[in-house]
């Protein structure tokens, strides 16, 4: 149709051509923008049915592989829940037979149930005033009955205990406070220590025995002592270095939000008058007259102390 020489003229002029119509096209962009964004969304609407039915064979290839993928392991995932539904079986029926062992010995020992303790829940707000470095305040409400001594908790340990009270707000002093000290009982170890708080996270394991050290990891509970109650949750021993055991609290102190306080009350805190016990009695006030001075009084003169109540003038 072309001769040979018109053919090759025509293949030499289509780059240059090519080239031409895109610098116009640019050109033409810059100029008549508005055209030409209508001019591409009429062509992007009208491609967008062939667009669509090259990707829809696409997809259903993509569906039918995860399918045959997951036929695939369907015997194995069945074969590992078998496995994992016998193992809680037995741990089902190992926890059903304690219950049942742990109610009749109870009953042998006519065991006397623990009383629940009442409890109110707040939401922490912020706390801009107040003598500790790390204590929080609660929103708890008006006709609240929280007394100063509870112990707060969240949803996953101790955190603290009630050092002020308010109208509508408490303050809880936190265990991580330089204040804090919280007598507790090591699980493994079963040594009791003194959890000390230092402004940090991890609070310091303090006062335990030389020949009982904390072990790495054992769990740590209150001890049940001035008021506080024993067996609540703490945390897990961890030692930052050799001979420096700390706590890792249980309770996540720095995203404290719903949080309760527990009144445990203070019943059964004061131990009872030991057998042979005597009780100190207090001593009697004394009336100084006035202008007489203290030696005097005790009649440094004579190189001898009177006896207080005595009768000696």
């Not at 990707?55 to 399918?67: G, S």
């Amino acid at each position: 149709m072309f001769s040979i020489h018109a053919r090759q003229v025509l293949s030499r002029a289509v780059l240059p051509v090519l080239i031409l119509l895109a610098v116009g096209l640019v050109l033409l962009g810059q100029v008549r923008r508005p055209v030409v964004e209508s001019v591409r969304l009429v062509a992007a609407d009208m491609l967008a049915p062939a667009y669509h039915a090259l990707v829809v064979p696409q997809e259903h290839v993509i569906a039918w592989m995860t399918d045959l993928r997951g036929a695939t392991d369907l015997a194995r995932e069945n074969a590992r829940l078998r496995d994992e539904n016998r193992g809680l079986r037995h741990w089902y029926d190992v926890a059903v037979a304690l219950a049942a062992e742990n109610g009749r010995l109870k009953n042998s020992l006519h065991w006397i149930p623990e009383a629940v303790p009442q409890y109110v829940t707040g939401r922490v707000t912020r706390d801009d005033g107040g003598p500790y470095s790390r204590a929080v305040l609660l929103d708890v409400g008006s006709g609240h009955q929280v007394r100063a001594g509870d112990v707060a908790l969240d949803a996953a340990g101790l955190l603290g205990r009630v050092t002020e009270i308010g109208p509508h707000t408490v303050r809880v002093l936190l265990i991580s406070d330089d204040a804090s000290r919280i007598p507790v009982t090591l699980a493994v170890s079963h040594a009791d220590a003194i959890m000390a708080g230092d402004d940090t996270v991890n609070p310091r394991l303090l006062f335990y025995p030389q020949d009982h050290h904390p072990v790495e990891g054992e769990r740590v509970e209150t001890r049940g002592q001035n008021e506080m109650p024993g067996g609540l949750p703490v945390g897990t021993v961890h030692y930052l270095a050799p001979g420096r055991p700390v706590v890792l609290p249980d309770a996540d102190l720095g995203r404290l939000d719903i949080v309760r306080v527990f009144d445990y009350g203070d019943e059964g805190a004061t131990a009872p008058d030991a057998p042979g016990r005597v009780r100190v009695k207090k001593l009697p006030d004394i009336a100084v007259p006035s202008g007489l001075h203290l030696p005097e009084l005790l009649g440094s003169g004579a190189g001898t102390v009177p006896a207080l109540g005595s009768g000696q003038e």
